[in-house]
């Protein structure tokens, strides 16, 4: 699943850290999820989406082989 959280987070000038902190997770779930080592829960995909003034589905993209078995 590819993600544009680190474009849409420097566009708000947040570090991994103040992102973390301002959904209540870790700044390594943030950084897992930037480098696509993590799939948020959705819940988790909806407070980034919140925090950084974007809809969900732009903030996240599936990629074709998410379509795959």
């Given at each position: 699943m590819n993600n544009?959280?680190?474009v849409e987070r420097?566009?708000?000038g947040l570090s991994q850290t103040a992102l973390a902190e301002k959904v209540g997770v870790t700044r390594q779930t943030i950084y897992a999820i930037e480098t696509k080592r993590f799939i948020p829960s959705t819940a988790l995909a909806?407070?980034?989406a919140s925090?950084?003034?974007i809809e969900v589905d732009e903030l996240f993209e599936l990629e074709?082989?998410?379509w795959e078995e």
């Open positions: 544009n959280i680190k420097a566009r708000h909806f407070k980034l925090v950084l003034e074709e082989s998410d």
